[in-house]
């Protein structure tokens, strides 16, 4: 992943985003993206819990496999939070170059980064290394939302 990562608001209505691995790291940005009305499908051979009540609910898809080539081809944006490095080097080799990538287990597979992110008064705060730094930019959303709150 590039250093620099440009902040771009995006609108995921109804997107597809195909997430490769169902446990606890895939049902955290599941849940964010659900937030954004995104459509999303796991592909993996087992779900965390709180993914198979998703599924359940019929808030998500879900492939019961292994990740391959094919299931790649309709994301806008693909997830890869398997931890797998063959699912890692399956998904860096057959992505498209439009396709956006979170590599979530593995930055340099991706070129794009979840920030973390807060609504204050309708206006979204939004904190990214442009590396890869999540707890720093954890300690600096806490930090901007004691600034914000405080006034
Ligand atoms: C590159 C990036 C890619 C991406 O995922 O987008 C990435 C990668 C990795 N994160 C790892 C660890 C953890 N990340 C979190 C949490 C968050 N991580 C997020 C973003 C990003 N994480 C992107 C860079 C952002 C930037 O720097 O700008 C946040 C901001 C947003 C979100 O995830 O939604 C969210 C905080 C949100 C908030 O609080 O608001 C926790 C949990 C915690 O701290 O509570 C743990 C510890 C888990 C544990 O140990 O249990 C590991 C190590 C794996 C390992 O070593 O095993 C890797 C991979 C690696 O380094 O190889
Ligand atoms: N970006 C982030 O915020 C964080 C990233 N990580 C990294 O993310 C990875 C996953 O972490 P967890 O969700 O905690 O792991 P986990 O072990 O709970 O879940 C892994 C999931 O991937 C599935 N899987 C395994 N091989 C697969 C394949 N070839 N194709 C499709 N699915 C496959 C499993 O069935 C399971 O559902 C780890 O490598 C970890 O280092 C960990 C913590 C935070």
Redesign the pocket.
Known sequence: MSDFLFPLAVNLDRAEVVIIGGGSVAE??AG?LLEANAAVTIVAPELSGGLKKLWEENKVGWKQKEGEPEDLKNAWLIISASGDKAAQQMIAGHKHPWQLV??????SI?NV?????FKEDGVQISV????????S??EW?HYLQRLVKKQ
């Open positions: 955290r940005k964010k979170n590599g979530a287990d593995n930055p991706g980064a979840f920030p973390a992110s990214s290394s442009g590396s890869n730094k999540p707890a930019v954890k959303k």
